[in-house]
């Protein structure tokens, strides 16, 4: 995010405890920031870790090459795969018309 630039006009509304606040409060004053910025602060920053978590990892170079090497071999062969990729997805069929899985016991209209 860019601040310098971009204007703050999003607001988000949270309801807490008067305790809660309270705590929030001594927490901003402490950090010598206001209540509205220290939310953003913490709040982006948490947001920053939990996204990375799951869009980097880090590995050793054993465990890297074993990586590499499993992304280099070809895929095990799949036959119920193979066949569900050759099908017509639903939503190419004729809509309006009944669909019936296989396994179901009812039909939806597309």
Not at 30 to 37: A, D, I, P
Request: proline share 5%; glycine share 2%.
């Amino acid at each position: 995010m860019n601040e310098i630039t971009e204007t703050r006009s999003e607001r988000v509304d949270v309801r807490m405890t008067p305790a809660a606040k309270r705590t929030l409060q001594q927490a901003a004053a402490v950090s010598h920031k206001t209540l509205s910025e220290f939310l953003l602060d913490t709040s982006l920053n948490a947001a920053m870790n939990t996204l990375a978590d799951r869009r980097v990892f880090q590995l050793d170079e054993q465990r890297w090459n074993a990586f590499m090497d499993a992304l280099a071999k070809p895929p095990k062969d799949n036959p119920r795969l193979r066949k569900l990729l050759a099908r017509k997805p639903m939503w190419e069929s004729s809509v309006g018309q009944y669909h019936r899985h296989p396994r179901s016991t009812g039909a939806c209209n597309l």
